[in-house]
């Protein structure tokens, strides 16, 4: 079964509460980059309340800091990283006002 109408996580949790069945006490498989898991688990979690969300984090982010003068030269790798972590910060505000 697949969700497609949605534009945002909010409004994916109250498709996908609309396509499932009324049981309850489901065990709902959270599958979404490491990074947006946060939000994604909190909105899941509010809209399924006698379901069990199950997190499955992918695309995760690894990286070994490594300090040298090289590192202190902005770059478009870091520019997106901290784009997509603000990012998601401001969703997380954003949601908690909203929702």
Known sequence: MTE????N???????????LSQTKNRRIG???S?????????TFTKQFPEDTIVPIPV??????PRYNLKS????????STSSNAL??????VWYSMRY
Do not use: C, F, Q
């Open 9 to 19: 996580t909010m409004e994916h949790a109250i498709n996908l509460a609309e396509l």
């Open 87 to 92: 990012h998601e910060w401001i969703g997380i």
């Open 4 to 7: 497609t109408k949605s534009r």
């Open 30 to 32: 959270l599958v979404t």
């Open 59 to 64: 695309g995760h982010i690894y990286s070994r």
């Open 34 to 42: 490491a990074l947006h898991m946060l939000r994604s688990d909190s």
């Open 72 to 79: 202190l030269i902005p770059s478009a790798g870091a520019l």
